[in-house]
């Protein structure tokens, strides 16, 4: 399977999804809504910003949603400025919290929605990863801002991978978050999973085949 990388310098590569040879101790998924704007920004210090949270219960109007989406997205260095659904091989947590973390806070500044899918023993590490750069987890989790769960309450719900359940979750997540006032909802996903022997994980590459592929309702990926 054909698939675009992503290295820390922000360039794409075209490669397999087969990491043989390489020491990857970290796959992370990052999915992101459409954009396409020529508009250039100059680069933001994500430590000077604060989170912009939305009026809670009112669903954004077209024109908001447009602004927003006109705002370039950076990850590693690039802006992205089409609909990306990426899978990113890390060495190490720390390299790939470097890539992350200005991705994430980027979201958090503009007051959009993170959902992020973790390594249920890492739980704990990631959200003190976000402290440590500035995020109050509490606070946003509390306001909806932010939602952490574990693998086995959404890739492996019940013990085993089921891609139309998946699919599924990734739409009430977006149609929630937009409820709730949100423009946009960043995903990010740790996937190490897939390395172990699941129940469904076959069918794991037509899952992420049809995320590249899948038509976008209303401007929102269908992950």
């Keep these: 399977m054909r698939r675009n990388r992503l290295n820390e310098e922000g ?3 075209l490669g ?7 020491r990857t101790d970290s796959i992370t998924c990052v999915a992101l809504p459409a954009l396409q704007s ?4 100059t680069p933001m210090d994500p430590t000077t910003q604060t989170s912009q949270a939305p ?3 009112n669903a954004p109007s077209r024109e908001d949603a447009w602004r927003a989406r006109a705002r370039p997205i950076r990850l590693a260095r690039a802006v992205l400025n089409a609909s990306q659904h990426i899978c990113a091989f890390f060495h190490n947590h ?3 919290y470097r890539v992350l973390l200005p991705f994430i806070q980027e979201g958090f500044a503009r007051g959009e929605k993170a959902f992020h899918i973790v390594d249920p023993t890492r739980r704990d590490a990631h959200l003190q990863r976000l ?3 500035g995020i109050d987890t509490a606070a ?8 952490v769960c574990n693998w086995t309450e959404a890739h492996l ?3 085993s991978f089921d891609q139309d359940r998946m699919r599924a979750l990734i739409e009430e997540v977006v149609t929630g978050a937009r409820q709730q006032g949100f423009l946009r909802t960043r995903f990010v996903t740790h996937m190490e999973w897939a390395l172990e022997a699941h129940a469904g994980v076959a069918a794991l590459l037509e899952y992420e085949a049809k995320a590249n592929n899948g038509r976008l309702r209303d401007h929102d990926p269908v992950i």
């Design 140 to 147: 946003a989790q509390q306001r909806g801002q932010l939602e």
């Design 131 to 133: 402290a440590a750069a």
């Design 55 to 57: 009026d809670q219960g």
């Design 16 to 22: 397999t999804s087969d990491t043989k040879g390489e």
């Design 38 to 41: 020529a508009e250039k920004e």
């Design 94 to 96: 720390d390299e790939e």
């Design 157 to 159: 719900r019940d013990g």
């Design 11 to 13: 360039k794409t590569s």
